[in-house]
């Protein structure tokens, strides 16, 4: 199972929408969902796939040096693709992680679909909570 938070989900189903005709493929980062300010029904150890990377992020070096910086090291175990042609599911094209979630139009939620790395279906869990706020500033 994949969860993923209702904010995360619309935005990017959002992104997508709006980088059509285009393919698009950003990284995702989770949160455990013991860090949630409230409890939102799953093991505290359980990620909750909250934010994203931008997908410009480091594009640079990576066409250069085929590096990807625009990631943080052990971050983005998950990954946001989507098809405006189809398919509902993985392809060769895909850059791939542990998670791969995939939609398609109409940019709903019944058309996005949750996949581990060799294509098998995970069912995707919508959680319908904020994640933490996040600071820059150190403590």
Known sequence: MVHI??????????MAEESEPERMSVVLTATPAGDFERDVGLDPETPVLTTFYL???????????????????GRGRARFVSHPQGPPRPTREDDFAAAVIVAVPPWEDESVKAFDRSGRGFGLDVVDAHPPNESLASE
């Not at 992020?57 to 943080?72: E, H, I, K, R, Y």
Request: aromatic residues 4%; hydrophobic residues 45%; proline residues 7%.
């Open 55 to 73: 997908p410009d992020a480091g594009s640079s070096v990576n066409a250069v040096f085929g590096l990807d910086l625009g990631t943080p090291a």
């Open 5 to 14: 938070t209702r904010g995360l989900l619309d935005v990017l189903l959002d």
